[in-house]
């Protein structure tokens, strides 16, 4: 079943973002939408926690940032031990060995250019590798996934804030992800 996209952003608009959305956050919330599709999985469980980790994550801009975004490059530069492997994307990849491995897994260069990983459709797809695997050999952000915190006997976004940074602001995102899942039930029941 697909999710009527107009009935989704009219529902998390308010909820979520103040009343309005720019361009620039539906155009990311579609990207992280367009690789759920592709990908054909069903938990909207898992999109929800994805989508409140990007709004996290992002500063509500649904767009991918890269690590400190509000500082220098030059900051970056003394101040971050793995430069220039810094975080970059919509859930902050980060160090040599992480983008080598995700670009192997993507079949895109990323230590050629770092800076592929601020595309939505690539940080979309670094996103959903790092947090639906459980395996470090493939590319995986911590070795928690979505599996692990939703699936037919469990049930929490609390934490699922593992799957990419331990414990902080746990209670926060999982508010976020219950926003974004009660939009995603009733834009998946609307006509399209």
Same mark, same amino acid.
């Given at each position: 079943?697909?999710?009527?996209?107009?009935?989704?952003?009219?529902?998390? *608009?308010?909820?979520?973002?103040?009343? $309005? %959305? $720019?361009?620039?956050?539906?155009?990311?919330?579609?990207?992280?939408?367009?690789?759920?599709?592709?990908? !054909?999985?069903?938990? %909207? *469980?898992?999109?929800?926690?994805?989508? +409140?980790?990007?709004?996290?994550? $992002?500063?509500?801009?649904?767009?991918?940032?890269?690590?400190?975004?509000?500082?220098?490059?030059?900051? *970056?530069?003394?101040?971050?031990?793995?430069?220039?492997?810094?975080? *970059?994307?919509?859930?902050?990849?980060?160090?040599?060995?992480?983008?080598?491995?995700? &670009?192997? /897994?993507?079949?895109?260069?990323?230590?050629? #250019?770092?800076? %592929?990983?601020?595309?939505?459709? @690539?940080?979309?797809?670094?996103?959903?590798? &790092?947090?639906?695997?459980?395996?470090?050999?493939?590319?995986?952000?911590? &070795? !928690?996934?979505?599996?692990?915190?939703?699936?037919?006997?469990?049930?929490?976004?609390?934490? +699922?804030?593992?799957? @990419? #940074?331990?414990?902080?602001? +746990?209670?926060?995102? +999982?508010?976020?992800?219950?926003?974004?899942?009660?939009? /995603?039930?009733?834009?998946?029941?609307?006509?399209?």
């Amino acid at each position: 079943m697909s999710t009527n996209r107009k009935v989704f952003f009219d529902g998390i *608009r308010p909820d979520l973002f103040s009343g $309005t %959305l $720019t361009q620039d956050q539906v155009n990311g919330i579609d990207a992280i939408l367009d690789e759920w599709e592709v990908r !054909k999985l069903t938990d %909207l *469980r898992w999109l929800a926690y994805m989508l +409140a980790t990007t709004y996290h994550e $992002t500063n509500m801009t649904m767009q991918p940032v890269r690590e400190a975004y509000w500082l220098s490059e030059e900051w *970056r530069r003394r101040n971050l031990r793995y430069y220039p492997w810094y975080g *970059r994307g919509y859930v902050q990849l980060t160090w040599e060995d992480n983008y080598k491995k995700m &670009g192997r /897994l993507l079949g895109v260069d990323l230590l050629a #250019n770092l800076d %592929l990983a601020m595309d939505p459709r @690539i940080a979309a797809a670094i996103m959903f590798e &790092g947090m639906m695997k459980a395996d470090s050999t493939v590319g995986d952000f911590t &070795g !928690k996934c979505l599996e692990m915190y939703f699936n037919d006997t469990v049930d929490d976004p609390i934490g +699922a804030r593992k799957i @990419i #940074n331990g414990t902080d602001k +746990a209670d926060l995102i +999982a508010g976020y992800h219950h926003g974004f899942l009660s939009d /995603l039930r009733y834009a998946q029941g609307a006509p399209s």
